[in-house]
């Protein structure tokens, strides 16, 4: 139980500090005349390139997963399907979802990338306001990840909107008014059917693991990422290093690289295909299977040529649950669970009060192997 109790602390301090009154946006501080190099609040790293800066290319290797066999009629092909989302969930925590076969139009990615890029451009004071107080507020307009806590800022500027089980929209653009609710509920359809997946290859039936976790009201977090060019793109970073906290996470981007994922002990590069969704496995995956299909961790590099737009959608269990390992995995003699119960809810509070710094909140959950 040591685990819970040093959450608590932590959570129990969560009330942030006032952030240093003179943060402002990247994207402001990029489009400032002669910025030739960046503050040295934004040097994350001081003696490029080091080993785990070295990103390698491998970006053929990445697993796929077409996501219509999934969800195939014939037993042969989606068990085939299931092996290999079982695989790429295991040996990459990461996968990209093909093309033609995900169910989001081309279209509509298209104009959500477009709509981001309209928020970010709005007049600043049509904007929600910036760096919030509360660090779950359902509109989340700020820089960084939490100024509050950091010393060292990310190049990144941020809309974190919760979406679902209530949705909130901020009022302008109108068009994402108009675009999110379904951008949202496709996105939640691909996420319904690689989670029945995974409940099958953990070997419970197709709908156990949606109930276990209570999916109907999954908490889902619409999050765009804008990351503008950046004078000195090998000391920066548009985010360091972190898992997610949800399930699994689903990302588009402009056409313009720059996440990273941690594959054995190496930094690799993803350029997404076109009209490809790139996901990624979240801390309560890691959870649910009991240390089975880890998070994984990954990072956003910045380039100095073109500004880059991501949109994350965050899916993870209810925000009521109380996530704990599958019972049906830790029932059979010899199994124990490696992670203590802990509410969903609480456990967002924890990771959005705090820096972001690798899988530390997850740690807090774990209980270690003596
Ligand atoms: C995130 C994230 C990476 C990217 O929003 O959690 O990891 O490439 N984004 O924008
Ligand atoms: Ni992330």
């Known amino acids: 139980m040591a685990a819970t109790a040093s959450l608590l602390r ?3 301090a969560a009330a942030p500090p006032s952030p240093p009154s003179n943060i402002t946006s990247v994207k402001k501080l990029s489009e400032s005349p002669n910025l030739n190099s960046i503050p040295s609040n934004y040097a994350y790293y001081t003696n490029y390139p080091t080993e785990t800066n070295i990103a390698s290319n491998s970006d053929d290797s990445i697993p796929t997963i ?31 979802v093909m093309v033609v076969n995900h169910g989001i139009p081309e279209t509509l990615m298209k104009a959500m990338l477009d709509v981001t890029n309209e928020f970010f451009n709005l007049p600043e004071e049509e904007k929600p306001e910036f760096q919030p107080k509360n660090v779950v507020d359902p509109i989340r307009y700020g820089t960084s990840f939490n100024t509050a806590k950091e010393k060292i800022f990310c190049w990144r500027d941020f809309l974190k909107v919760f979406v679902h089980p209530q949705f909130h929209c901020p009022d302008k653009p109108e068009s994402l008014r108009e675009l999110l609710p379904e951008y949202c509920e496709r996105t939640r359809d691909v996420v ?7 409940s099958e290859s953990l070997g419970l039936e197709e709908s156990e693991m949606g109930e276990a976790l209570d999916l109907g009201s999954t908490l889902q977090i619409f999050i765009a990422n804008l990351y503008p060019r950046c004078p000195n793109p090998d000391v920066a970073l548009g985010m360091p290093p972190h898992s997610d906290h949800g399930l ?32 990624n496995t979240g801390d309560h995956l890691e959870i649910f299977s009991n240390g089975k299909y880890k998070s994984v961790m990954h990072r956003a590099v910045v380039n100095n040529k073109k500004t880059r737009i991501s949109i994350a959608m965050a899916n993870g269990p209810s925000p009521d649950t ?16 490696s992670y203590v119960p802990m509410k969903y809810k609480d456990y967002l ?9 690798g899988k530390s909140i997850l740690k807090q959950v774990q209980i270690q192997d003596y």
């Open 66 to 96: 077409d996501l219509s066999l999934l969800t195939s009629d014939n037993p042969d092909l989606r068990s085939k399907a299931i092996q290999d989302l079982d695989k790429a969930c295991q040996d990459w925590g990461f996968f990209m």
């Open 322 to 337: 109380v996530v704990s390992p599958a019972s049906q995995l830790v029932q059979t003699k010899g199994c124990v669970a």
């Open 349 to 357: 509070l924890s990771q959005q009060s705090n820096q972001l710094n």
């Open 10 to 12: 932590q959570n129990s």
């Open 248 to 279: 699994f996470t689903l990302l588009i981007e402009n056409g313009v690289g720059g996440l990273q994922i941690q594959h054995k002990g190496r930094w690799v590069n993803v350029n997404a295909l076109p009209n490809s969704i790139l996901v």
């Open 192 to 198: 319904r059917k690689l989670v029945k997946g995974i």
